[in-house]
């Protein structure tokens, strides 16, 4: 039992906005009240929910692929690195298992969403996602160039596209089902990608982006997912994409869907010297859904890896830096890019996509449904949360940072003309409320009795770096606290949420000779056992 006396807690879920008030804590959940127990004297502390991350990549083949391809970045350590009591691990832009665990931990975050596993390689990313200490997890199996799902989905096989989707579902042990450039990296296994939502697809008849959009969005809702379809929009990251953006939310158009990395799919222009942001338009857009949630996938300059199946994208980003480039082509499922990348200051691209992850933040008008998120490690490391969180509170600071860049640059964005500042309760619901929500997780994100006792407290002091959400003075995880006065005193074993949508017993009769003829490994070897994840917690369809 644990009280935390005294706190100024901020619980938007529960309608609470900075109320000094207690937390009670029984079992690993909130309870209205206990007596006896530990109390931690919390008075003039910020008291928030644990953080979750909505779409972040942590674990699996293409981590790996990243991390072997940085050598050189594998000494930079941060926190909770180096201790003699805690597991070894690599720190920099990828860190390895048991350092990712602690870094999200000592952050805040207990939650997290790993957003891209393919069927095939989902025994690897559950063993990493096992290894993954303190947080709690999930993970979004791609499905939008799965081969078998695409021919289905051309003949108009719509039934059975939904049961093979729920059979996967099922064999890869995941919680949700995410779209990457659909149908785009089915095209470049010829080389080709897609680049109209509405034009047939490389090797397809009829088949076009559109189609797979719609047809995953309806066999994610019909199969009760907790999570809508998580979508990463085709043409990320290039100039003019604005208008695949518009298109791609008019498909979905009285349909539910998560749009992750946002910022990475609002930019105006006709090439790299004329871009700019398309953050007004989006937004608007954006605001008149109500159906649709997003993640910022904001941009922080420094080092950063980018790591997506979206591998025709990842060709050009090799083409475009020269620098190092990884491809792996997971058979008839997905693909895998990866290129390190340095965002800079001085760099017009970098500066507007820098500038269009806060403005779209801004600008979006409901905090319920825009998140926190860098695309870890795509737009920067998910440890610099707090800076962003900085951008977001402080208009004064934010114009600094904006006067820093080209002037070429500052002529495309809005930035400056921004005066929004988030308040407690924002940050609040952007890093917690709001994802646990989008994810479907009633556990999460919140302070009310029955609630996980995922809790943040931080101290109103600014850290070395200046930030005030830097390192949280404790925090608890299912009522244990494990990082106390800036350190990490327990390590516990988090859940992995995952989904059981039923399916047709005879589905297996269909895909077992498919896989004869076209897969490598055998269709008995192909599903996860249940048995190998630690501690799953089966969330129930609608
Ligand atoms: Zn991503």
Known sequence: MLRIAGGTVYD?????????????????????????GRTIDASGMIVFP????????????????????????????????HSPTLRSGIGGVTPTTFATGYLYAGMGWTTLNEAAVPVLSAKHTHEELHDTPVVDKSCLLLMANNEIVLDLLEAGELE????????????????????????????WKWGKNVRQLHEPIEGYDRLTAAAIVSGLARIVEDLGLPHP???????????????????????LEGRRAHLAHLQFHSYGGDGWSSMRSEAVAIAEAFNSQPNLTADAGAVLFGDAVTITADGPWQHLLYQLTGRKWGNLDVENETGCGIVPYVYKERSLVNAVQWAVG?????????????????????????????????LLMDAEYRKEQVKKLPAKARRRIVLSDLDRQYTLSEIAIITSAGPARALGLPQKGHLGVG???????????RDADGFLFGYPRYVLK???VVVEEGELRAVTQGREF??????????????RPLFQRFYTVSFENYPMDIERLERPEIMACS
């Open 50 to 81: 644990g953080g979750v991350d909505v779409h972040t990549h942590v674990a699996g083949g293409a981590l790996n692929l990243a991390r072997g391809l940085m050598p050189e970045n594998q000494r930079i350590a941060r926190k909770f690195l």
């Open 12 to 36: 938007p879920t529960n309608g609470i906005d900075g109320v000094v008030k207690d937390i009670c804590i029984a079992d690993g959940r909130i309870v209205s009240e206990i007596q006896g």
């Open 160 to 187: 059975r596209a939904r049961h093979v989707v729920a059979w996967l579902i099922r064999a890869a042990k995941v919680y949700g089902v995410k779209a990457v450039n659909p149908g785009g990296i089915t095209a």
């Open 358 to 390: 806060l403005e779209l933040l801004l600008l979006v008008t409901d905090p319920w449904r825009i998140f926190l998120t860098t695309d870890h490690p795509n737009g920067g490391c998910f440890w610099r949360y707090p800076e962003i969180i900085q």
């Open 478 to 480: 299912d009522g244990q």
């Open 451 to 461: 609630a996980d006792a995922d809790v943040t407290i931080y101290s109103q002091q």
């Open 498 to 511: 995952i989904v059981r949508p039923s399916c047709d017993d005879q589905i297996e009769e269909y895909l």
């Open 229 to 251: 379809l998580h979508l990463h929009c085709n043409n990320l990251g290039i100039p003019g994409n604005v208008t695949t953006t518009l298109d791609t939310l008019k498909v």
